[in-house]
């Protein structure tokens, strides 16, 4: 009975040095699988190609690999730009649609030119109204698109460098997918922009909230965001 | 000696086994399987018969819906976004064609919605029997693009689950 006992003792013992060792290192390795680092300086990884999404999300040019599920994965790369195309305000009354005309966040890593001010919008709903409908840096007719000013490829040739790779969001994905389908009408290759879709959607780490609810009273931190407002009046017509 | 060491080692190496054996179980996920698609066409309730209008209502009144099993159709829509979005327009239209009502959820209301469990894009359009959803238009899906692109195609997909009129 004693030497039973010992065998036991020493059975429990020993399984379980050898249980807690293995979940130990089973646990170890999970934790290395589901934490994903953004990219760094001394990992460039290689990118998918720019590749549109099934449905009315392709429609607008959103892309299937690079969006906003995944982007966090692909931020801080110094190979690369990041543009929001939104207006702080936007001109449109998206409040006839519940909507929301004011950028109430935006992913850290982007910076904000606004579209409507490079190039007129249109095929906004009618209850919307128009966008801005002032000074645009080009006009886009049916037939091709025509520079304003003579600074206009200059400024885009700063904010959306050829040589760099360019990330692209908006709040839905449609002002995002009308910038890409400008810069490759100038010129810019394609394989090299993607349409990453709208901050709606985007869940991930880097959100940078502007909107503020402080008890009912609804502010906007404008001050938080990086944003390339357009002065005309320094510019030259053509 | 020889019987202890013998019997430590095979009592360890059940133990490691039987972890195993439970990790595997733990971690493994059934492959979830496909609704059967609902061919039974059934009616919304009658009130939806009329009116004729695209009807916005609030996150509690979308969950009393689900409460109280009605079926209903409702709408999703991409209110935040300046790119043309060609549900709004389509349903408004098949509503004015057909006379029905469907109900309508601004963006922010939708997510606080069960909907939003299941539906991941907008805009969308998504059919409810007695509380359960049975089918949604999906924004990813090249399948569906037809749907949000003309009343007469829209009539036809809900068509296919729903009794668009009365009797």
Known sequence: MKRFLNILLVFFAVGGLFTVLFFGIYGAVQSTKTHEQPSTETTLSELPKPEKTGGVRGQLGIDKNINESTIDQYLGRSDAVYRDMRMLVDE???????????????VEGFEVVPYPKIVNVTGLPAEVGQSYTGTTLFTQTEDNVIANYKESMAFLEYYFPKDKKIFLMCGGGGYAGMMKNLLVELGWPEDQIWVVGGYWYYDGDHAVKVKRDDNGLITYDFWKVPYHDIEFGYMNEK | MKNKVGILVCAC???????????????????????????????????????????????????????????????????????????????????????????????????????????????????????????????????????????????????????????
């Open chain 2, 13 to 167: 190496a059940a133990l490691i086994a039987v972890g195993a054996i439970w990790l595997g179980f733990a971690n493994y996920q059934k492959p979830a399987e496909p609704k059967p698609e609902v061919i039974e066409k059934f009616h919304l309730e009658p009130e939806l018969y009329e009116g004729s209008q695209l009807k916005e209502i609030t996150a509690d009144e979308f969950a009393s819906l689900i409460q109280n099993k009605k079926s209903f159709i409702v709408i999703a829509h991409m209110d935040f976004c300046p790119a043309e979005t060609p549900l709004t327009t389509t349903t408004e239209q098949f509503v004015a064609e057909n006379g029905l009502t469907i109900y309508a959820l601004k963006s922010d209301i939708f997510k606080q919605t069960e909907l939003a469990d299941s539906v991941k894009y907008l805009p969308s359009a998504a059919i409810y029997r007695q509380g359960e959803l049975i089918k949604y238009l999906n924004a990813e899906s090249d399948e569906d693009i037809p749907f949000y692109q003309s009343a007469e195609n829209f009539r036809n997909w809900l068509s296919k689950y729903i009794n668009l009129s009365k009797e």
């Open chain 1, 92 to 106: 449109a009354n998206y409040e006839n649609i519940q909507g929301d005309s004011y950028l109430s966040g935006y």
